[in-house]
């Protein structure tokens, strides 16, 4: 019995760190950090290659739980489930349930006796976001580290915007 985990990039490695420090036990099986890492996440590099790696999983005899974390981007919530439910569809030959539909706790759902596969679509299933914005809501707006990060993120944006509108004769896009 093999789980897996596939994500845009290597985010589930520091979410996955935070999970753990909040006391939450990693999957069955994946204690082990190195297994955690080299075993259980699948990092597909982008989100052009996710299905590729979802396809390879799909293939798998030895997987029976597949979770999948994307973010929704500008692309939108709907779009990224539609595409991870085709690809799941086309490749196992199969119809989604119509009473399966993604909610505020993700989609999840039995495909077969040995397969159940989750969908999370990052920030919050609803909102078209990224992983950063779910969890710049879990950590606490007093939180010094945090605050500390916002101000800097500022003025880097700051800098950016001046170095941009300088190198355009004071035009912007």
Excluded at 14 to 29: D, Q, T, V, W, Y
Excluded at 40 to 62: C, D, M, P, R, Y
Excluded at 133 to 139: A, D, T, V
Excluded at 151 to 158: D, H, Y
Aim: with cysteine.
């Amino acid at each position: 019995m093999a789980q897996r985990l596939i994500v845009e990039g290597n985010d589930a490695i520091a979410l996955s760190e935070l999970l753990i420090k909040r006391g939450i036990k990693p999957p069955k099986g994946y204690s082990n950090p190195q297994k955690y890492k080299s075993e259980f996440v699948k990092s597909a590099g982008s989100i052009t290659k996710i299905n590729a790696v979802l396809i390879e999983e799909l293939q798998s005899t030895e997987v029976t739980n597949i979770g999948i974390i994307v973010d929704a981007n500008e692309v939108g919530v709907d779009a990224r489930i539609n595409s991870l439910k085709t690809t799941i569809e086309e490749n196992l030959n199969i119809s989604f349930p119509t009473d399966i539909a993604l909610t505020k706790n993700g989609l999840g759902c039995q495909i077969f006796d040995h397969l159940y596969i989750g969908i999370w679509v990052m920030p919050d299933n609803q909102n078209n976001d990224y992983l950063e914005h779910f969890l710049s809501n879990i950590i606490p707006a007093n939180n010094p580290i945090w605050q500390f990060a916002t101000e800097k993120t500022e003025e880097l944006n700051n800098i950016h915007t001046s170095n941009h509108e300088s190198t355009n004769n004071g035009y912007t896009n």
